[in-house]
């Protein structure tokens, strides 16, 4: 398992673009396929993106396709969302996860290792 410390979250008006990162300790950063997951209040976490460990791949939930997109820097052992045109509706708390030698990033993955979370509030 990795830690996973999230970063960039925030208040963005409608419209407006965030970019998340996603650091994670230790070495095997570049064996973990990484995704972004996100709770709105009152609902169930739901996946948005994911990178598969060799960041070939990657998968977007429908509600976010062409708007948000994922990225990994090895060097960097980060993983990034960059989200655009962003939507009231975007409003939710954001949490990276990581599970090892993932090739096929799904919203049924079965991740090990998560972060805490952060918000992120779009207004209107």
């Known amino acids: 398992q990795v830690q996973l410390v999230e970063s960039g979250g925030g208040l963005v008006q409608a419209g407006g673009s965030l970019r998340l990162s996603c650091r994670a300790s230790g070495r095997a950063f570049s064996t973990y396929g990484m995704a972004w997951f996100r709770q709105a209040p009152g609902k169930e976490r739901v996946f948005v993106a994911g990178v598969s460990f060799r960041g070939v791949r990657t998968y977007y939930a429908d509600f976010v396709k062409g708007r948000f997109t994922i990225s990994r820097d090895n060097a960097e052992n980060t993983v990034y969302l960059r989200m655009n045109s962003l939507k009231p509706e975007d409003t939710a708390a954001y949490y990276c996860?990581?599970?090892?030698?993932?090739?096929?990033?799904?919203?049924?993955?079965?991740?090990?290792?998560w972060g805490r979370g952060l918000q992120v509030t779009v207004s209107s």
């Open positions: 996860a990581a599970e090892q030698w993932l090739d096929v990033v799904e919203a049924r993955t079965d991740f090990g290792s």
